[in-house]
């Protein structure tokens, strides 16, 4: 069974902190990772893909990726209440477009 | 504006009563898929559809339908819902050319009773 694993959380910070969330795959064959926002009974939306090895920034938010240790992770920086949701890591293969999804890490960021 | 529409938003139904939750997209997407996420086990993809008429079994199958008689419109159906198919469903329409990014409907909260 290829799987994505997160650590479930809660995760708490407080506001102006930095948020670093992390998950690991098995499957090898995994070419995209992307993380996603999920508020309490709405659909998750997509926050951040990464493709490659290394750092990718945008605002606030950086995705990181290491294909050799199987490990990607989000960091946010500034972190705000409004951050507080479920974070949702998943993996993709080219191949087949199907998506992997971990369970999500709750973040709780407080005022 | 790219949107994924589901409906509806909430149902309450009975067991055996046959239902269909419907999914459309305007991103002219070919892979759509459909999953349930239900507590600590996060979302679980139930069946997909690489283009039209094209469809197969994600890993937790059992008990649904689906059908993709054209690009935009792929709809979940349960012919005899049962009370363990209560659970928050969600359509989602991937990109393509290995921008696997998803796009996710409203969602279908589904009470089997």
């Known amino acids: 069974q290829k799987e994505v694993e997160q650590n479930s959380g809660p995760l708490s910070v407080p506001e102006g902190a930095i948020a670093s969330l992390n998950c690991t795959y098995s499957?090898?064959?995994?070419?995209?990772f992307f993380w996603y926002r999920q508020y309490s009974g709405k659909s998750p939306e997509l926050i951040m893909s990464?493709?490659?090895?290394g750092d990718k920034e945008d605002g606030r938010f950086t995705a990181q990726l290491n294909k050799a240790s199987q490990y990607v992770s989000l960091l946010i920086r500034d972190s705000q209440p409004s951050d507080s949701a479920t974070y949702l890591c998943?993996?993709?293969?080219?191949?087949?477009?199907?998506?992997?999804f971990g369970t999500g890490t709750l973040l709780a960021v407080q005022p | 504006e790219a949107q994924v529409t589901q409906n509806p938003r909430y149902l309450i139904t009975v067991t055996g009563k046959k239902l269909t939750v419907t999914c459309s997209q305007n991103?002219?997407?070919?892979?759509m898929s459909w999953y349930r996420q239900d507590p600590g086990l996060g979302l679980r993809q139930i069946y997909y559809?690489?283009?039209?008429?094209?469809?197969d079994k994600g890993d937790v199958p059992e008990g649904y339908k689906v059908s993709r008689k054209e690009k935009r419109n792929f709809p979940l159906i349960l012919e005899s819902p049962s009370p363990n198919q209560t659970s928050l469903y969600f359509c989602?329409?991937?990109?393509?050319?290995?921008?696997?990014?998803?796009?996710f409907g409203q969602g279908t909260r589904l009470t089997v009773v």
């Open positions: 998943a993996g993709a293969s080219g191949a087949t477009n199907k998506l992997i």
């Open positions: 499957d090898r064959g995994s070419q995209s």
């Open positions: 990464i493709y490659s090895n």
């Open positions: 991103m002219n997407h070919e892979y």
């Open positions: 559809s690489m283009n039209v008429e094209v469809t």
């Open positions: 989602a329409s991937i990109g393509n050319r290995g921008k696997t990014e998803a796009f």
